[in-house]
């Protein structure tokens, strides 16, 4: 069983590269100007500070995810299971949703939208 | 403030705790500013590690003198404030590993000190000459 400390430890990780994408998102339609890009390329969500895996996504999927602050990108295999599920299986990635109580509070308190 | 659970090495016994709950022997406080310390050096390397991502993703797909909203990489690991500077900016700190740029003012590691600022920023060092993760 994961601790309460361990969870948040993941959680807040996992906000930071939600935040790092938000990032990388705004400053897109500068990448735009300088190169045709359907896709945005962001970085995997998840708990592990160490990632470096990189998640390929539309646009338009990357705005639906970020609408539910419960939401998070990460790359196959990277769920955390003890604090979220998966609710999308996507080419290259999947989304989870944040498990109620502690992990989705921590989830809305760090959305930055 | 609550006080950090560390774990014990053999044969330590805890001391009694005061009218707050909470124990207070000096070897007690050691441990617990140590842990404290570390996990504030844990948090900058988190965001260098961070700011690394960032930098290789928009790296070559921006204009040099175009600001990109870096993490600021103080010691708290909430923080969420930004640090706006060219990706040469961010390059030429970056390089020297035991160097952090963050808001000033904001929160550093034990031993930390301010070499430089960089418009609205400071560039903090460790003494100890630690490589920051980088």
Known sequence: MMTDERARTIGLNEALFREVNERIHEVGEDIDAVEDEPQLELLCECGDPNCTDPIIIAPSEYERVRSDAALFIVAEGHVAPDVEVVVADRPGYQVVRKRSGAPEDLAEATDPR | ?134
């Open chain 2, 1 to 134: 403030m609550r006080r950090e659970t560390v774990a014990r090495p053999a044969g330590l016994r805890p001391s009694p705790p005061d009218a707050m709950g909470f124990s207070t022997s000096s070897r007690e406080q050691s441990f617990s500013v140590a842990t404290r310390n570390e996990r504030r050096e844990e948090n900058q390397r988190t965001f260098q590690r961070a700011n690394e991502r960032l930098h290789d993703v928009v790296e070559g797909r921006l204009p040099e003198d175009k600001p990109v909203p870096f993490l600021c990489e103080c010691a708290d690991l909430e923080c969420r404030e930004r640090v706006e500077v060219g990706l040469t900016q961010w390059e030429d700190v970056a390089e020297q590993t035991n160097l952090f740029l963050i808001v000033a003012g904001h929160p550093r590691t034990d031993g930390e000190t301010i070499v430089d600022t960089l418009g609205p920023y400071e560039i903090v060092q460790k003494s100890d000459g630690g490589d920051g993760g980088r």
